[in-house]
């Protein structure tokens, strides 16, 4: 019996305010790809969108800048932050080492359930690429990233390093 997996962060949401609600909201859909790198918020719309005034819009978008998911000009609005090529690079070669360490933890912690999990995973990764004639980009795209996301998260989960997990989220939450 594989021992009970470490908490992750992120399980428990305490939203304190409607412009932490939004924020959160609008953080997922960020970070989910459904709002686009370079994509504008306008107040307005998210005003209307959220039923509230500009002020929990503003705020929300304030904590979104300071986790530099959106950036603020001013007369200009909000919009979502393109990450440079430099940015990218630097995340990326950051996280392949942490990914690969987080590989090598849970080749040795992991349990026959854990391993069973993973392999069911995998499985769900092939189906979605093999099913790639019949859906369009979008379902292809969530399916994959689901699937993907899932076999990252097993493998932090068997990595019992919750430290470790911690850090590759907030590595991933710089851009989606």
């Not at 719309?45 to 005034?53: M, Q």
């Not at 690079?89 to 360490?101: C, I, K, P, Q, S």
């Not at 090598?104 to 999990?117: I, V, Y």
């Not at 493998?155 to 470790?164: D, M, P, W």
């Amino acid at each position: 019996m594989c021992p009970p997996p470490p908490s992750t962060p992120g399980e428990v949401l305490a939203v304190t305010s409607l412009a932490d609600q939004i924020a959160y909201r609008l953080r997922a859909e960020i970070l989910d790809g459904k709002l686009p790198f370079g994509a504008r918020l306008q107040h307005e719309d998210l005003a209307a969108r959220f039923g509230v005034s500009r002020t929990p819009i503003r705020e929300a978008l304030r904590q979104l800048q300071a986790l530099n998911l959106v950036e603020l000009a001013p007369n200009r609005g909000a919009t979502v932050r393109t990450p440079s090529r430099a940015e990218l690079v630097e995340v990326y070669e950051l996280r392949a080492e942490m990914e690969g360490f987080a590989c090598a933890l849970a080749g040795e912690r992991a349990c026959a359930e854990d391993l069973d999990e993973l392999e069911r995973t995998q499985e769900r990764l092939t189906e979605a690429v093999t099913a790639a004639g019949s859906l369009d980009d979008s379902e292809l795209d969530a399916a994959v990233t689901e699937a993907n996301t899932a076999f990252h998260s097993l493998i932090h989960q068997a990595a019992g390093n919750r430290r470790l997990t911690e850090s590759i989220e907030q590595l991933r939450s710089v851009f989606p």
